[in-house]
Structure formats: C-alpha cells, structure tokens
C-alpha cells in the first residue's frame, strides 16, 4: 500500500512537471515571457502541429495511463504494464533530442534509448529499496542485487557509445560538453562501486550495512542524472 501511495504520488508530480515544461517550452520558443504561453489558440497549435507538441502529448498520456494502471493495479501483470508505459512515456523524447543531428543517428538514440531505460530501472529501484520494509528490503536485496548489475554494465556501454558518437574528433574533447560528460563517467564509476559493496554485503549476509550504502548512493545517483539532464540541453560539439 505505501509504493502503490509512493507510486501514485510520484507519477501526478511527473504529471505536472510535464505540463509545467510544456508552457516552459512554449515561451522559450516564442521568446516571450511564461504568460504568452498561455494563449489558448497557439498552445492548440503547438501540441497539434509540431513533432514536439505532440511527443509532449504521448507522454502526458502515457503518463495518465500508468496512473490508471496503477491505482488498478492488483497483480504483477498490471505492475509491467505501469513500468512499461512509464519507460515508453520516459524514453519519448529522446527521438527529439540533439541525437538526430548526428551522422550515427540511429546508433546515437538506440543507445540512449538503452541509457534512459536502464538508468530508470536502476534509480527506481534503489529508491523502491528505500521505501519498502526492512523484511522486504531483505528479502529483495540479493535479485535486484543480479538486477543493479545489468544496468550498470548496459548504462556504462551506452553511454560510452553515446558519448564517442557525439565527440568523434579530438577537439571535442577540450569543450565544456566533454568535461560533463567525464563527469558523469566519474559518478557512474562510483555507482558501480556502490554496487560491488553491496555484492560483498550480500553475500556476507550483512543487509543492515547494504541499507546504510543506499542514501549515499542516492545522493551519487540524483548528481549523475541531474549531470545527463545537462548535457541533454547542451549541443554536442
């Protein structure tokens, strides 16, 4: 009952947020301040007939749908489902991002499609361990112990891919995107070393030191997204 509340709450925020970044997104691109993106007839216009517009709306209704499904939601069917149309609506825009200008196009969004996908499930994860109870928690450990260990190798090779694609000449190396981008690569580094001690943890039967990891690595965790959401703001060099 407390995830199902945890989970409701989580998806209404992402709700809002989205709608709130819509008028944001607006007023960017009409230059104007936040009230011009109240226009009723251009706001039409834009969720209508532009590409961007209309991904906003795929994801306001995919994130709607995962809501329905899971305030539903009364066995593990209706669960996949919820992770599905939440990992739909999240991986939507990377079709608009700076990835389509590039020569690999197809290979630069399959592997961030794979980063997006993969670094929900860790993140949400983590934070699911968070927030279950302690016997939970134990009794879960150990398969998303297996689960972690996956993503962190899918995320490491996509985004490895991902950034090789974007700086594929010696220059690009000396420019600000660069310098996030290692960044990052140093955060996940240190997600994976949160992993592996929490291999060792498990396997020496110590969850109660396994929980005491989880805060520190959520902070690391909330660094290194909001590192990504930069960069997918910045033009690739």
């Not at 809002?16 to 997104?25: K, N």
């Not at 007939?49 to 539903?72: E, N, P």
């Not at 997600?191 to 396994?210: M, V």
Request: hydrophobic share 55%; proline share 2%; aromatic share 10%.
């Amino acid at each position: 009952l407390r995830l199902k509340k945890l989970l409701q709450l989580s998806m209404l925020i992402w709700f809002v947020t989205l709608v709130g970044t819509i008028f944001v997104e607006l007023a960017n691109i009409l230059n104007t301040d936040l009230l011009g993106a109240f226009d009723s007839q251009v706001l039409r216009s834009f969720l209508q007939q532009t590409v961007i517009g209309r991904t906003y709306v795929a994801q306001l209704v995919l994130v709607l749908l995962a809501i329905l499904l899971g305030s539903r939601a009364r066995k593990v069917g209706a669960i996949y489902w919820t992770l599905a149309a939440s990992l739909l609506a999240a991986a939507l825009p990377v079709f608009q991002s700076h990835s389509s200008g590039l020569n690999n196009h197809s290979l630069a969004i399959g592997s961030l499609l794979f980063h997006i996908i993969f670094v929900s499930l860790w993140v949400g994860g983590v934070i699911g361990l968070l927030v279950v109870s302690p016997k939970v928690r134990a009794e879960s450990l150990s398969r998303f112990s297996s689960l972690a260990l996956w993503c962190a190798i899918a995320v490491s090779a996509s985004g490895t891919v991902n950034a090789f694609i974007r700086l594929n000449f010696a220059g690009a190396w000396h420019s600000a995107y660069s310098a996030l981008v290692i960044a990052k690569v140093v955060f996940t580094g240190l997600l994976i070393a949160f992993g592996a001690q929490h291999r060792r943890y498990i396997i020496a039967k110590k969850p109660d030191q396994t929980f005491s990891l989880l805060g520190m690595e959520i902070v690391v965790m909330v660094i290194t997204v909001a590192l990504g959401g930069w960069l997918s703001t910045l033009n690739p060099p």
